[in-house]
């Protein structure tokens, strides 16, 4: 069972990245997938999550408007869309996997988590 996390990157502040989750050893389709950031000395936190359907979707206040969230169930694969760039967005970004979905707003609802890719936004 894996995740793999890729598109990270070094951007300017208002520039935009394209995050991919791959997953591999095991159909993740009736999973719930989210990403989370870290940035140095701070907690990890939620950024988005999208439905196994794709009928819901979440976002942090901090990233609405800016951040879209999708997925391809036949490509085993979820993205985070990320424009106009700031540089407190500049983390490191991890997908993750929720088989039941009770809070997504929590790590503690993920099941499996990718190895998380380097984002970094300069002013």
């Known amino acids: 069972v894996q995740l793999q996390a890729s598109g990270g990157g070094l951007v300017q502040a208002g520039g935009s990245l394209r995050l991919s989750c791959a997953r591999s050893?095991?159909?993740?389709?009736?999973?719930?997938m989210g990403w989370f950031r870290q940035a140095p000395g701070k907690e990890r936190e939620f950024v988005a999550t999208?439905?196994?359907?794709?009928?819901?979707?979440a976002y942090a206040d901090s990233v609405k408007g800016r951040f879209t969230i999708s997925r391809d169930n036949a490509n085993n694969t979820v993205y985070l869309q990320m424009n106009n760039l700031k540089p407190e967005d500049t983390a490191v970004y991890y997908c993750a996997a929720s088989k039941y979905g009770r809070n997504w707003y929590s790590a503690l609802d993920y099941d499996y988590w990718g190895q998380g890719t380097q984002v970094t936004v300069s002013s």
């Open positions: 999208i439905s196994w359907d794709t009928s819901r979707t």
């Open positions: 050893g095991r159909t993740f389709s009736s999973y719930d």
